[in-house]
């Protein structure tokens, strides 16, 4: 990696970077709440709350109020990977998902993408070619152990995956 550290700037709705000689910049957002797909500080999020980096440098952010995955490119492009924009539970591809407050975000070697999402109870992932599915919990609050959606959280907030594909969530 480029052993930079990013950070989703929750109230100042940016992500930033840090270098290791310790210089902090501005990769993506205007600094105001908004919902905007464009380059770098063009680009608006809502309350963003996690970043996870790919091998090649790609950056996946949880725009936790715009109910949306989003993935700035290195060259400063911010999309939307995933999510109507509207609260909501539904498995599908990109932008016809939706997801209720997602508070985090972490990626695999294979470009997998994990979110816990929050107020639906559920940790979903989003394949390379953008499908949306519920990988474990059951939409409903609990404290369940398991397999996949027979499982049951209560408002998961963080996820992390391993080398070997193992999911973890706080």
């Known amino acids: 990696g480029d052993d930079n550290v990013y950070v989703a700037d929750f109230n100042n709705h940016k992500i930033r970077k840090i270098a290791p000689n310790g210089d902090v910049t501005t990769v993506a957002g205007t600094g105001i709440a908004g919902n905007t797909d464009s380059n770098g500080t063009s680009a608006s999020f809502k309350f963003p709350d996690g970043v996870a980096v790919d091998g090649s440098g790609n950056v996946y952010v949880a725009d936790r ?13 911010v999309t939307t990977l995933a999510g109507s924009g509207d609260s909501g539970s539904t498995d599908a591809n990109g932008t016809a998902a939706s997801f209720n407050y997602p508070y985090g975000v972490a990626v695999d070697g294979l470009g997998n993408v994990y979110v816990p999402d929050f107020y639906n109870h559920k940790i979903r992932m989003i394949a390379p070619n953008g499908d949306v599915t519920t990988l474990a919990g059951t939409g409903s609050k609990g404290n369940t152990d398991a397999n996949g959606t027979s499982a049951s959280f209560n408002a998961p907030t963080g996820v992390a995956v391993d080398g070997s594909g193992n999911v973890y969530v706080a």
């Open 65 to 77: 109020n715009n109910h949306k995955i989003r993935k700035i490119a290195l060259n400063g492009d």
